[in-house]
């Protein structure tokens, strides 16, 4: 899975913002804290689910039941707004 490329981001002050461009069907903007920002950044690249719960847990001092909910509630709100090609 990836990010579509029809999808760009920003970081202003620690925040990271998820833009859709061209004929998306989302027309908003996500807010991306440091923990989705990562996950969303992961995704800048073709990788699975797995991986980015590795990469996450590499980068972070944290449960890695917790750590895998917290990725794939992030997957979950991507792919509401149609940000991933899978």
Not at 3 to 21: A, E, G, M
Not at 55 to 68: H, K, N, Q, V, W
């Amino acid at each position: 899975m990836k990010l579509k490329s029809s999808f760009i981001t920003q970081t202003i002050d620690d925040t990271q913002f998820l833009v859709p461009l061209g004929n998306e069907k989302f027309h908003g903007i996500v807010r991306n804290n440091k923990t989705a920002a990562f996950i969303v950044d992961c995704l800048k690249q073709d990788t699975t689910e797995d991986a980015i719960v590795e990469a996450m847990c590499a980068e972070f001092d944290a449960p890695r039941e917790t750590i895998a909910a917290d990725v794939k509630k992030a997957l979950d709100t991507l792919r509401s707004v149609g940000a991933l090609e899978e």
